[in-house]
């Protein structure tokens, strides 16, 4: 049992680039999200998904999309990676949402926008 | 809105000496959760505590306690005696159970705590 894993740990892009930032998780869970870490500003939410198939915004949407298309795996993709898009990336995962729940987050990729 | 306020920033502690780390937070959820959540230097976030809305006993693990008071809307976390292992970034949290905020935690920004020996 894996929990929730993310690939890769580090990224170094060019600005306008683009990429996937992989999440993956082997605990059967319906909800998996992810956040962005910055300096001072804690966790914020991304985007985030309550089932296959479905996915919402979160707080900071713009410049990234995702898909749910399995229950395992929850991608994150950059577009046309931006210098204010550097930042840690934490996929997390907990069984239904709710709030009661804890929720499990990956060990994080570290992505540099140049 | 739901909304979570650590003031500290950082904290620097002598080894052995008691921190408390303050959380501060905002919702108008009949219920709802709260959480701690520990970073070390690895980067990893480390679950903690869930306390539920409902339930103000305050808990103890270990070295570990927290204080829940409705009252003043804080879930205050104490490190006894404490310990260069413990030096990491601590993050509070809040769920609610509404539609709109269903599953999303609030961060606040986190408070680095450096413990010297």
């Known amino acids: 049992n894996a929990g929730v894993t993310q690939t890769p740990k580090f990224q170094v892009l060019k600005t306008g680039q683009s990429m996937t930032l992989q999440c993956a998780q082997d605990?059967?869970?319906?909800?998996m999200s992810w956040y962005r870490q910055d300096p001072g500003m804690g966790l914020r939410l991304i985007h985030y998904s309550v089932g296959a198939g479905i996915t919402d915004q979160g707080e900071v949407p713009n410049g990234y999309n995702v898909s749910r298309s399995t229950t395992e795996d929850f991608p994150l993709r950059l577009l046309s990676a931006a210098p204010s898009q550097t930042s840690v990336y934490f996929c997390a995962s907990s069984p239904s949402g709710q709030g009661e729940e804890t929720q499990y987050f990956g060990p994080g990729t570290r992505l540099l926008v140049l | 809105a739901q909304k979570v306020t650590q003031a500290q920033t950082e904290i620097s502690v002598v080894e052995k000496e008691d921190v408390t780390l303050d959380c501060v937070y905002e919702t108008r959820d009949t219920t709802y959760y709260l959480f701690w959540y520990k970073q070390p230097p690895s980067g990893e976030l480390v679950f903690l505590i869930r306390?539920?809305?409902?339930?103000?006993q305050n808990e103890i693990s270990g070295r570990y306690s927290w204080n829940f008071q409705k009252s003043t809307s804080s879930f205050n976390f104490t490190i006894t005696a404490s310990q260069v292992v413990d030096s990491a970034v601590y993050f509070c949290a809040l769920s609610g159970d509404r539609g709109s905020t269903l599953g999303r935690l609030y961060f606040g920004r986190g408070t680095q705590l450096t413990v010297w020996p």
């Open positions: 605990m059967n869970h319906e909800y």
């Open positions: 306390r539920n809305s409902f339930d103000e």
